[in-house]
């Protein structure tokens, strides 16, 4: 096929004007030219990056063995596809699938490099919420079954328990161990009723109503609970929209949230809770297109570090020194928040801190 002028300048427009961003470079990897949507997602301008190599953009996630290949690759004159994570000018990642296609001269070796690159930022987080959606329902599962068999056992030794403390001498011996035994006991039926929550193997009762009402119960419950030292800031949307929940868990899972907040800020520190409309525009990924009314609770704390993220719900997690928590707080907010229909997610602060958002399904 014969390229004319006017069709070369309508590839070019096309390309000028696309959200994908290209880039060409000679035979050496330097670049003669970037479309301007590089330079807007990698925050650099065609003048600073034309006549280098795209090592500006190196991240340091990837090997040496990574780059070799796909040189050697392109090299030979084959395409090469697959996924860069580099670093923009500000210093911040991103994640592009990239296809690098060699451009051949007339004696079959590559000349120039033709460089297609797409930012697959919502992708990845789409990919990473649906595993652990689906990480999150198999560990629900199997605390569904471990929680049901050990409340029966505990249900026996409790019973039974209680029949042979009766028939025993008040400060005996046997009395005191008996004592003991169903305090612990016990204890071990709250853990377990925790790990049911998040089976959501609970009664739910909801009732249509706004967040702002359990939140306003709670007010000064918390002012007590968190101390002097410890301030919280309030900003609850007044024309907040109505959700189908469960006040009374609503309230448990607020609690653990902001018992959770309080460690992270070493009892001294700043706590935001606030509610607020959203959508159907700009929500996460992962939502179903819709209205939803929000709670969120941030802190001035050191913030999630990022390999903790994935597993921050999972139950018996916990980054506390041993003897400090069950690890089940947080994994009984997510049973608490899905069997409301809701959704949660935890994240840090750009300027430092946990925050931890939740979405319910607005009602009219």
Do not use: C
């Amino acid at each position: 096929m014969e390229i004319t002028a006017e069709t070369a300048a309508i590839l070019l427009e096309s390309i000028e004007q696309t959200s994908e961003t290209f880039l060409i470079t000679d035979q050496e990897g330097s670049v003669i030219y970037v479309n301007p949507a590089f330079e807007k997602v990698t925050g650099y301008s065609s003048a600073e990056i034309l006549g280098k190599t795209p090592k500006i953009l190196k991240s340091g996630e990837h090997p040496l063995e990574f780059y070799k290949e796909m040189w050697e690759t392109i090299l030979a004159g084959r395409k090469w596809s697959g996924r860069i994570t580099n670093r923009r000018k500000n210093g911040t990642l991103y994640t592009d699938a990239v296809r690098i296609s060699p451009v051949l001269g007339h004696d079959g070796k590559p000349r120039y490099f033709l460089v297609l690159r797409h930012d697959i930022a919502r992708e990845l987080q789409l990919e990473a919420q649906l595993n652990q959606s689906q990480k999150m329902e198999s560990l629900g599962q199997l605390a569904s079954h471990i929680s049901h068999d050990f409340n029966n056992l505990l249900t026996i030794i409790i019973g039974s328990m209680e029949l042979i403390e009766e028939d025993l001498k008040p400060g005996s011996v046997g009395a005191r161990l008996t004592s003991e035994i169903l305090r612990s006991s016990k204890e071990s039926a709250s853990l377990i009723k925790q790990l049911m929550v998040f089976a959501r193997k609970h009664e739910n009762n909801p009732v249509k109503t706004t967040l702002n009402d359990p939140l306003s119960e709670l007010k000064i419950l918390l002012d007590g609970l968190l101390g002097k030292n410890v301030s919280v800031t309030y900003s609850l949307d007044e024309r907040l929209y109505l959700a189908n929940i469960e006040p009374e868990h609503f309230k448990q899972a607020v609690m653990n949230l902001v018992i959770n907040a309080k460690d992270a800020v070493n009892d001294s520190g700043g706590i935001m809770i606030k509610t607020y409309n959203a959508g159907p525009a700009g929500l996460p990924p992962s939502l179903p297109e819709g209205t939803y009314a929000v709670f969120e609770i941030s802190d001035t704390g050191p913030g999630i570090p990022k390999e903790v993220l994935p597993s921050i719900f999972d139950p018996f997690f916990t980054t506390k020194p041993k003897g400090k928590g069950t690890g089940l707080g947080l994994s009984t907010v997510y049973g608490i928040v899905t069997q409301n229909k809701g959704h949660i997610f935890a994240s840090n602060r750009p300027d430092g801190g946990a925050i931890f958002t939740v979405y319910f399904p607005a009602v009219k």
